[in-house]
C-alpha cells in the first residue's frame, strides 16, 4: 500500500511532555497537511507544506506546535509542553496539487493523541 | 467568514434506499467543493467533487448536486449498502489551499 502513513497511531501522554508524530505522504506528492479533528467535528486546518515550504499556519496553531518538511518528502509535528486540550487526532494529508487546479486530499489513518 | 455546516447530524436510512446528505457552505467566493466519506479508525477519503461553475455531477452511484443561488450542497447515495455507513463532510476551498470541513453527518443503513 502506497497511501499516506502516519506513526504512531496512537500516544498517550503526560500533560506537560513533548511528543512528535510523523507522517508520510505518497511519494510522488508535492503538498502536505496537517489537520486535527476532535470527536464529533470535522477536520481543523492546522497548517501546509508545498515541498519544503510551510506555506500557511492557522492561528489554531499556537507556539507550542511546529512543524518540518526538510527535505520535501515526510513530515512532523511536534507539541511542546502538551496541554489536556491538545487530545485528540491528528491527521496528515497529501496531494499532488499546481497551481488553482482541483486538488484530492489523501488521508493518513491520523495519531491519535491522549493527554492525562 | 467562512464556513461549512450541515442540516442534519445523523440520518438513517433503509438498506436499498437512496440518501441524501444535505450542506450549507456561506462564503459565496468558494469555488470548489468536495465530499468526504469517513469510517471509524481511518482518516477520511474522498467520494466526488464539484466546481462552481457546475450544478451537478455523477459518479458511481453518487451524484452531488450545488446550488449557488442558496449556497447548498448535497450528496446523493443510490441504493445505499450497509459499506456506506459512515461520518460524511462536506468541504469547500475558496481559491487558496485551505480545504475548509464541516462537522459531518453521520449515515446509519438499516439491513
Known amino acids: 500500500d502506497t497511501g499516506v502513513s502516519q506513526d504512531p497511531r496512537h500516544k498517550i501522554t503526560k500533560r506537560g511532555q513533548n511528543v512528535t508524530f510523523r507522517c508520510d505522504p505518497i511519494?510522488?506528492?508535492?503538498?502536505l497537511y496537517w489537520y486535527r479533528q476532535t470527536l464529533g467535528q470535522g477536520p481543523e486546518f492546522l497548517t501546509y507544506?508545498?515541498?519544503?515550504?510551510?506555506?500557511?499556519k492557522s492561528r489554531l496553531l499556537s507556539d507550542r506546535f511546529s512543524a518540518e518538511r526538510p527535505k520535501g518528502s515526510f513530515s512532523t509535528l511536534e507539541i511542546q509542553r502538551t496541554e489536556q486540550g491538545d487530545s485528540a487526532m491528528y491527521l496528515c494529508?497529501?496531494?499532488?496539487?499546481?497551481?488553482?487546479?482541483?486538488?484530492?486530499?489523501?488521508f493518513g489513518s491520523g495519531t491519535q493523541l491522549s493527554v492525562l | 467568514g467562512e464556513s461549512v455546516g450541515l442540516h442534519l447530524p445523523t440520518l438513517s436510512v433503509q438498506e436499498g434506499d437512496n440518501s441524501i446528505i444535505n450542506c450549507a457552505y456561506s462564503?459565496?467566493?468558494?469555488?470548489?467543493f468536495i465530499w468526504y466519506k469517513q469510517e471509524s479508525g481511518k482518516g477520511p477519503q474522498f467520494i466526488i467533487d464539484?466546481?462552481?461553475?457546475?450544478d451537478k455531477r455523477q459518479g458511481q452511484r453518487v451524484t452531488v448536486l450545488l446550488n449557488k443561488t442558496v449556497k447548498h450542497l448535497s450528496l446523493q447515495i443510490a441504493a445505499t449498502q450497509p459499506g456506506d455507513s459512515a461520518v460524511y463532510f462536506c468541504?469547500?476551498?475558496?481559491?487558496?489551499?485551505?480545504?475548509?470541513f464541516g462537522a459531518g453527518t453521520r449515515l446509519f443503513v438499516k439491513a
Open positions: 494529508a497529501s496531494s499532488l496539487g499546481w497551481g488553482d487546479l482541483n486538488e484530492k486530499l489523501f
Open positions: 511519494s510522488e506528492h508535492n503538498r
Open positions: 507544506f508545498q515541498n519544503e515550504a510551510q506555506l500557511e
Open positions: 462564503n459565496s467566493a468558494s469555488d470548489y
Open positions: 464539484i466546481r462552481s461553475n457546475m
Open positions: 468541504a469547500e476551498r475558496s481559491g487558496g489551499f485551505k480545504t475548509i
